[in-house]
């Protein structure tokens, strides 16, 4: 079951992503305008998810209550970074530091629990990390890209933190209350520190994007705690490398965008690293 989540993960982040990225072009939404749309409908599925499956509250104890805090604070400064740097960026540009987001947290994980680690999973993150560096530092980038770039990493480092929290905080809460408290208490953060001041430019366009691009976030913001609570955290981040092929499709096809040789021969390395790595 925890291969399924993970599989409806990857794909919920890919289309949520090519959502987003059609309305920044189409519509030329704003950052602020996109976050505060994104949480406030991915606040609405989740809640009504709660509601109709009838889950039952939590017991919030102080350690509970400081790894969601922890959650809710990384989660909210790597989606503002994540969603600038998206504004910048193609989709195929940023997908080598994607790439890198998962074997960041698997190590980050391979380091928090030692009763997950195997020897050939550490060195398919080690063998992920060089073929992310060879197939994407060769790119020449405009000033524009490279501060899209810089603001992409920040994300990813927040990011990659994450997965172990989930771990810690799945003792204490489950999977949907996790991704329903974050999604609530991201909302009132952006509210405070990032308010879209116009809300009259609010075209029903974006609204239309936005909805859409949250209804894939929320199943896949849920989907990937189940994911960890099934599979553990290293395993979880390993077949996580699967997904830049998917991406690229979407980059290529959808978005029109151009897709070097170099990415593409990576993603299918990282592929090969990571199924050679399981099956063993």
């Given at each position: 079951?925890?291969?399924?989540?993970?599989?409806?993960?990857?794909?919920s982040?890919?289309?949520?992503?090519?959502?987003?990225?059609?309305?920044?072009?189409?519509?030329?939404?704003?950052?602020?305008?996109?976050?505060?749309?994104a949480?406030?409908?991915?606040?609405?599925?989740l809640?009504?998810?709660?509601?109709?499956?009838?889950?039952?509250?939590?017991?919030?104890?102080?350690?509970?209550?400081?790894?969601?805090?922890?959650?809710?604070?990384?989660?909210?400064?790597?989606n503002?970074?994540?969603?600038?740097?998206?504004?910048?960026?193609?989709?195929?540009?940023?997908?080598?530091?994607?790439?890198?987001e998962?074997?960041l947290?698997?190590?980050i994980?391979y380091?928090?629990?030692?009763?997950e680690?195997k020897?050939?999973?550490?060195?398919?993150?080690?063998?992920?990390?060089?073929i992310?560096?060879?197939?994407?530092?060769?790119?020449?980038?405009?000033?524009?890209?490279?501060?899209?770039?810089?603001q992409?990493?920040?994300a990813?480092?927040?990011?990659?933190?994450?997965?172990?929290?989930?771990?810690?905080a799945?003792?204490?809460?489950?999977?949907?209350y996790?991704?329903?408290?974050?999604?609530?208490?991201?909302?009132?953060?952006?509210?405070?520190?990032?308010?879209?001041r116009?809300?009259?430019?609010?075209?029903?366009?974006?609204?239309?994007?936005?909805?859409?691009?949250?209804?894939?976030?929320?199943?896949?913001a849920?989907?990937?705690?189940?994911?960890?609570?099934?599979?553990?955290?290293?395993?979880?981040?390993?077949?996580?490398?699967?997904?830049?092929?998917l991406?690229?499709?979407?980059?290529?096809?959808?978005?029109?965008?151009?897709?070097?040789?170099?990415?593409?021969m990576?993603?299918?390395?990282?592929?090969v690293?990571?199924?050679?790595s399981?099956?063993?």
């Amino acid at each position: 079951m925890g291969f399924f989540f993970l599989l409806i993960a990857v794909l919920s982040e890919s289309s949520g992503k090519t959502l987003d990225k059609i309305n920044f072009r189409r519509n030329k939404i704003t950052y602020r305008q996109s976050l505060l749309l994104a949480f406030f409908f991915m606040s609405l599925f989740l809640a009504g998810f709660v509601l109709i499956a009838r889950q039952p509250l939590p017991h919030f104890t102080l350690q509970a209550v400081g790894l969601l805090a922890l959650v809710v604070l990384l989660s909210f400064g790597g989606n503002v970074f994540d969603e600038i740097s998206l504004k910048t960026n193609d989709l195929s540009l940023r997908e080598p530091l994607v790439d890198f987001e998962p074997i960041l947290a698997g190590l980050i994980g391979y380091a928090l629990f030692p009763s997950e680690r195997k020897p050939i999973f550490l060195l398919a993150f080690l063998l992920g990390a060089f073929i992310v560096y060879w197939g994407s530092h060769r790119r020449k980038l405009r000033r524009l890209q490279k501060k899209g770039m810089s603001q992409l990493l920040l994300a990813t480092a927040f990011y990659a933190f994450l997965p172990s929290i989930y771990k810690y905080a799945l003792v204490y809460v489950s999977p949907t209350y996790i991704a329903l408290i974050r999604c609530v208490f991201i909302l009132v953060l952006l509210t405070i520190f990032l308010p879209v001041r116009r809300v009259t430019k609010l075209s029903p366009a974006k609204i239309r994007y936005s909805f859409s691009s949250s209804a894939f976030y929320a199943l896949g913001a849920v989907v990937s705690i189940y994911a960890i609570q099934s599979l553990g955290v290293i395993l979880t981040t390993l077949l996580l490398m699967l997904g830049p092929a998917l991406r690229y499709l979407s980059s290529y096809f959808i978005l029109k965008e151009k897709v070097r040789a170099g990415e593409v021969m990576s993603s299918a390395l990282l592929t090969v690293v990571v199924l050679v790595s399981v099956i063993k």
